[in-house]
C-alpha cells in the first residue's frame, strides 16, 4: 500500500496548483476550512486512492461508504486483523481522518427478524470506527411502512439509536441518523432526537434530501434542529420531471447558498462533507473532476 504524504504531493506542480484556491482561502480567513467527501462517489478507488485524492484536493477528511465495490466494511481487506495497522499508518502519515462510517443499518422495521439483523449490522460498524479513531456511524431512518402507524415507526426509530447510542457507551463513538428516506420532515425528526435524548446521538444534516421532499427552507430546518447536527452532507441537483439530475456543486438548484448561511451563522464547527453519488448513478461525473471542483467551488460559500 503506497503511502501519499502531503509533503511528497506538494513537492510536485500539480499539487500545488490544486491547492492554490483553498490555501488563498485558508490565508484570508486564518483557519482552514473541515472539508471531507463520500466514498460514495469513487466506489472502484481502493483505500490508497482515496487517500491519494483526499491529500491532493486539500480535504482534511473522508467517510467511507463502501471499498473497492464492497459495501459492508467489516468484509473490507483494510480492516481485517493483519492489515487495520497500516491502514491506520496510512492514515496517520497522511494526516487524514476517517470521519464517519456509513452503514446501510435501517431503524424503521418492526419485523424481529430485520430489526435485529440491521442493529446487528450497525454495531459491527461501532466496533470498526473504535478500531479507525472514527467519531462516527450513520444509520437510516428510513422508510414509513404503510403497514404500520407513523407513530409506531418513530417508536422503532427510537428505540432502535437508544439500543446503539447505549451499546457504544464507552467507546469514542456516535450514532448519527441522516436525514434520509422518507423520514425527513423537520417535525419527525425533532421528535427522534428529542425523545432519544442521548449524548451519543444525533444528525447527519442532507438538507437536499429534506428540501426536494418536504420543500421546507433549510433555515427552517436548521433552526428546529441545529443542535443535534453534528454532521453535514452537501450535494447539488436539478431537478428534471420532479426527480434530482445530480450535478457539480453551484450549477444545480438546490438551496445551497442558504443552507450554508445556516451553519455559518451557527459557528458549526464540523465536516463539510461532498456526497457524490457516483455508486448509485454511473452516469454523473468521475470522482477525478467532481472531489476537485467541490474543493475549489465550496470556498465561495464558506
Given at each position: 500500500?503506497?503511502?501519499?504524504?502531503?509533503?511528497?504531493?506538494?513537492?510536485?506542480?500539480?499539487?500545488?496548483?490544486?491547492?492554490?484556491?483553498?490555501?488563498?482561502?485558508?490565508?484570508?480567513?486564518?483557519?482552514?476550512?473541515?472539508?471531507?467527501?463520500?466514498?460514495?462517489?469513487?466506489?472502484?478507488?481502493?483505500?490508497?486512492?482515496?487517500?491519494?485524492?483526499?491529500?491532493?484536493?486539500?480535504?482534511?477528511?473522508?467517510?467511507?461508504?463502501?471499498?473497492?465495490?464492497?459495501?459492508?466494511?467489516?468484509?473490507?481487506?483494510?480492516?481485517?486483523?493483519?492489515?487495520?495497522?497500516?491502514?491506520?499508518?496510512?492514515?496517520?502519515?497522511?494526516?487524514?481522518?476517517?470521519?464517519?462510517?456509513?452503514?446501510?443499518?435501517?431503524?424503521?422495521?418492526?419485523?424481529?427478524?430485520?430489526?435485529?439483523?440491521?442493529?446487528?449490522?450497525?454495531?459491527?460498524?461501532?466496533?470498526?470506527?473504535?478500531?479507525?479513531?472514527?467519531?462516527?456511524?450513520?444509520?437510516?431512518?428510513?422508510?414509513?411502512?404503510?403497514?404500520?402507524?407513523?407513530?409506531?415507526?418513530?417508536?422503532?426509530?427510537?428505540?432502535?439509536?437508544?439500543?446503539?447510542?447505549?451499546?457504544?457507551?464507552?467507546?469514542?463513538?456516535?450514532?448519527?441518523?441522516?436525514?434520509?428516506?422518507?423520514v425527513v420532515y423537520k417535525d419527525m425528526l425533532l421528535k427522534i432526537m428529542a425523545?432519544?435524548?442521548?449524548?451519543?446521538?444525533?444528525?447527519?444534516?442532507?438538507?437536499?434530501?429534506?428540501?426536494?421532499?418536504?420543500?421546507?427552507?433549510?433555515?427552517?430546518?436548521?433552526?428546529?434542529?441545529?443542535?443535534?447536527?453534528?454532521?453535514?452532507?452537501?450535494?447539488?441537483?436539478?431537478?428534471?420531471?420532479?426527480?434530482?439530475?445530480?450535478?457539480?456543486?453551484?450549477?444545480?438548484?438546490?438551496?445551497?447558498?442558504?443552507?450554508?448561511?445556516?451553519?455559518?451563522?451557527?459557528?458549526?464547527?464540523?465536516?463539510?462533507?461532498?456526497?457524490?453519488?457516483?455508486?448509485?448513478?454511473?452516469?454523473?461525473?468521475?470522482?477525478?473532476?467532481?472531489?476537485?471542483?467541490?474543493a475549489k467551488e465550496i470556498i465561495h460559500y464558506l
Amino acid at each position: 500500500m503506497k503511502t501519499w504524504t502531503r509533503r511528497s504531493f506538494l513537492e510536485t506542480s500539480a499539487g500545488l496548483v490544486a491547492l492554490t484556491a483553498l490555501n488563498s482561502f485558508i490565508t484570508k480567513n486564518k483557519k482552514s476550512p473541515k472539508l471531507a467527501f463520500s466514498t460514495l462517489g469513487c466506489p472502484d478507488w481502493t483505500l490508497s486512492q482515496v487517500v491519494r485524492s483526499a491529500v491532493e484536493n486539500g480535504y482534511k477528511g473522508f467517510e467511507i461508504r463502501g471499498l473497492k465495490g464492497e459495501m459492508f466494511l467489516p468484509n473490507c481487506p483494510d480492516f481485517n486483523t493483519s492489515n487495520l495497522p497500516s491502514t491506520l499508518r496510512l492514515l496517520k502519515d497522511n494526516d487524514i481522518k476517517v470521519i464517519n462510517l456509513g452503514s446501510s443499518a435501517n431503524l424503521h422495521f418492526a419485523n424481529e427478524d430485520k430489526r435485529k439483523s440491521n442493529l446487528d449490522e450497525a454495531k459491527r460498524y461501532i466496533d470498526l470506527a473504535q478500531q479507525l479513531d472514527c467519531p462516527f456511524i450513520r444509520v437510516f431512518p428510513d422508510d414509513l411502512p404503510p403497514d404500520q402507524s407513523v407513530e409506531k415507526t418513530l417508536d422503532l426509530i427510537i428505540s432502535g439509536l437508544v439500543t446503539l447510542a447505549d451499546y457504544a457507551k464507552g467507546s469514542n463513538v456516535s450514532i448519527l441518523l441522516e436525514s434520509h428516506g422518507k423520514v425527513v420532515y423537520k417535525d419527525m425528526l425533532l421528535k427522534i432526537m428529542a425523545d432519544a435524548n442521548h449524548t451519543k446521538v444525533g444528525l447527519i444534516w442532507d438538507f437536499f434530501n429534506m428540501w426536494v421532499v418536504t420543500k421546507e427552507t433549510p433555515k427552517e430546518v436548521f433552526a428546529t434542529l441545529h443542535q443535534y447536527i453534528k454532521h453535514v452532507h452537501l450535494k447539488d441537483a436539478n431537478l428534471v420531471n420532479g426527480k434530482p439530475a445530480y450535478c457539480l456543486i453551484g450549477q444545480g438548484v438546490a438551496p445551497l447558498r442558504e443552507a450554508m448561511d445556516s451553519l455559518k451563522e451557527a459557528n458549526y464547527k464540523g465536516y463539510y462533507s461532498f456526497e457524490w453519488e457516483k455508486k448509485w448513478y454511473p452516469e454523473i461525473e468521475e470522482p477525478d473532476i467532481a472531489f476537485p471542483h467541490f474543493a475549489k467551488e465550496i470556498i465561495h460559500y464558506l
